[in-house]
């Protein structure tokens, strides 16, 4: 059985940066927590920033918030522990927020803090990338638990 990695605000945890979270209604969620497949984690949290926090945003290789404060270790450390999670317990699936300056997978905030999306990757949604798991946003939920299915068919 295929473990999930999973944002943690996804999951209704209240880690934003805001201090709310983003809930997921969804039935395919809702079976594979039933089956004991999600790990949860919140990649900033995990690398020390409280909740609430100021908002960030990725700008090139650092992640800044709007008063210009560089967090981008914070979000590094996290974006590592988050990769060391998924490997220690075999990994191949991520389900992470999308947008985020953590976890966005396509696109993410343009650095202005104007709403202006770009094309790119969150830190944690990049390092887990490379490492060859396969990520995915919470509107692609479909397209993940086919991938899943597809990753149980050929054990």
Request: aromatic share 6%; proline share 4%; hydrophobic share 45%.
């Amino acid at each position: 059985m295929e473990k999930i990695l999973v944002s943690s605000c996804l999951l209704g945890q209240a880690v934003r940066y805001d201090g709310g979270h983003n809930l997921m209604d969804s039935h395919i969620v809702q079976q594979w927590s039933e089956q004991g497949r999600i790990v949860a984690i919140c990649p900033e949290c995990a690398g020390g920033l409280p909740t609430p926090r100021p908002p960030a945003e990725r700008v090139g290789e650092l992640i800044l918030t709007a008063q210009g404060e560089d967090v981008t270790l914070a979000f590094s450390l996290g974006a590592d522990i988050a990769l060391k999670l998924a490997q220690q317990e075999r990994i191949k699936v991520a389900i992470l927020k999308a947008r985020s300056p953590s976890c966005g997978n396509k696109q993410i905030y343009d650095g202005q803090f104007a709403k202006q999306l770009i094309a790119g990757q969150g830190l944690t949604a990049e390092k887990l990338s490379a490492a060859g798991i396969t990520v995915f946003n919470e509107f692609e939920l479909s397209d993940a638990a086919a991938f899943v299915a597809e990753l149980e068919a050929r054990s």
